[in-house]
């Protein structure tokens, strides 16, 4: 039953706490009008990543803290945790990332980090949510700055495009979740999860609380870019700034996923939400690999990659294991170190801010052998090849899944992991068996010690947590046996 006491307790919010200190300190230096001066601005962004870095040290230090607050509408635990510290690192290395964009007038900086850490805020509340109104209130307070920073790109009729895009979508899936929100109240009289874990979730009991469970998790799907809500993701991708794009394309998806694992205690194996899910899943996994085929603009590849990267963590969700809930959660965390890699990589390419081709990949090894090196790191991954993570986080989501009614869905996903090979690896055959074939193409790319060193680190990342993945997945399969009592 749900504790319905105030128990509230600081040390539980060490993570939502020192963000709402960014937030002030971003704010107060807009109100204070540092945003008139570029000087000033740059001084108080140049202490932005050493507090990124500390709010990551201290959501580290509270992994290990439990609890039930805010009359059990906020709940602390292993996958609120583990999530928040996900995003944190997440928030940190896109606001590095982000600190020298060409593409941003000198006059938005402030706002743009103000909004990026915002929106960070709202992921970091999003992990605790244990009632569907909550989740839903996180979920708009996550969403709102982005529609502010996908268009902040230097008068960009294409970024313009996307936000409005993304609004469009984004209003039409709050709709469809509000709507199938009240149809969950009123068929089951309560929205708390772990009130509803004990009601009947059969269509042939209680089809309206089916029903509006399933437009309620349309806007999780939105945020995570699943088939068929996937329709921004592209655009938004292609017409955001490189920088924008990166925390677009990373942040968002772990808060909806923590919110999905949360849920996925509701669903029953072989139900009929379960089935449903598995069925979007396997769309989405070859939906999105086949759209990233016909592609050119590297941003719009990795928007279609996303699509069919959401299908594989639900390939964790639908056995109602902890095994299975262990992989999608690791597999989330890979998909955060795979594509922080990428667009990083594409980041330092674009020096001027530019959308790349493949084309401008062309003789790459020879101009930074580093970022080459990387990359090629980047793409093993995004295919699932050893020794990398993306490996690992595909096994263990075949294994988690395998042998429980879904060995169709595993199957779909190894198939189309092959077709992905074509796409991704064309990132390498460009990178080193094309010669440059216009060295006026654009700008040379970033190839100074930091950017480099950066790019070393996210693959070495990338290659770590792929042959050292145990004390991770344990701490994941921990969280996941929390959530679903073992017999």
């Not at 709202?122 to 709102?144: D, K, N, Q, R």
């Not at 999105?288 to 085929?293: H, R």
């Amino acid at each position: 039953m749900t504790t319905m006491e105030l128990n509230f307790n600081i040390f539980n919010l060490l993570p939502e706490t020192a963000l709402f200190l960014i937030v002030l300190y971003l704010f107060g230096a807009t109100v204070l009008g540092a945003v008139k001066n570029s000087v000033t601005t740059r001084a108080v962004l140049s202490y932005l990543p050493i507090l990124a870095l500390a709010t990551v040290i201290l959501t580290a230090m509270s992994l290990c803290s439990r609890g039930i607050m805010f009359w059990g509408t906020y709940q602390v635990d292993g996958l609120s945790q583990f999530f928040k510290l996900l995003i944190t690192i997440g928030f940190l290395v896109t606001i590095i990332n982000a600190r020298r964009q060409p593409t941003l007038e000198e006059g938005q900086r402030l706002d743009y980090f103000l909004f990026l850490a915002f929106s960070t805020w709202g992921l970091i509340f999003m992990a605790s949510t244990a009632e569907l109104v909550t989740i839903y209130l996180a979920m708009e307070l996550a969403s709102y700055s982005l529609y502010v920073i996908i268009p902040l790109r230097a008068k960009s009729k294409q970024a313009a495009e996307g936000g409005i895009k993304y609004i469009l979508f984004g209003a039409a899936a709050t709709a469809l979740s509000l709507y199938g929100l009240s149809w969950i109240l009123a068929s089951q009289h309560t929205t708390f999860i772990s009130e509803l874990t004990i009601k009947s979730w059969s269509w042939a009991v209680n089809p309206m609380a089916v029903a509006g469970l399933s437009l309620f998790l349309a806007g999780l799907f939105y945020k995570l870019a699943l088939f068929p809500f996937h329709f921004w993701a592209p655009d938004a991708y292609q017409g955001a700034s490189n920088e924008t794009a990166t925390f677009v394309a990373t942040l968002p998806k772990l808060g909806a996923v923590a919110v999905l694992v949360r849920l996925s205690v509701i669903f029953t194996p072989g139900g009929e939400l379960t089935n449903l899910i598995a069925v979007l899943a396997a769309l989405s996994i070859t939906f999105g690999n086949l759209c990233a085929l016909a592609q050119h603009d590297l941003k719009r590849m990795l928007g279609f990659s996303s699509v069919a990267h959401a299908g594989y963590i639900l390939v964790g969700l639908v056995p109602g294991t902890p095994a299975g809930l262990a992989a999608a959660s690791f597999y989330a965390l890979a998909y955060l170190t795979m594509n922080l890699l990428c667009f990083w990589i594409i980041s330092r390419i674009a020096s001027d801010g530019r959308n790349l081709t493949y084309r401008d990949l062309n003789g790459l090894s020879q101009r930074s052998p580093w970022l080459a090196l990387a990359l090629t790191i980047a793409a093993i991954s995004l295919v699932g090849l050893p020794p990398t993570v993306g490996f690992i986080g595909k096994l263990w989501l075949v294994t988690g899944a395998w042998g429980f009614g879904y060995n169709w869905l595993v199957i779909i996903l190894c198939l189309n992991s092959a077709i992905a090979i074509f796409y991704y690896l064309s990132l390498v055959r460009h990178a080193y068996t094309e010669g440059e074939d216009d060295p006026c193409r654009g700008a040379a790319p970033d190839i100074s010690i930091w950017s480099s060193l950066g790019a070393v680190i996210l693959a070495l990342a990338v290659v770590i947590l792929g042959v050292i993945s145990a004390p991770v997945f344990d701490l994941a399969l921990a969280v996941g046996r929390e959530l679903i009592t073992l017999p």
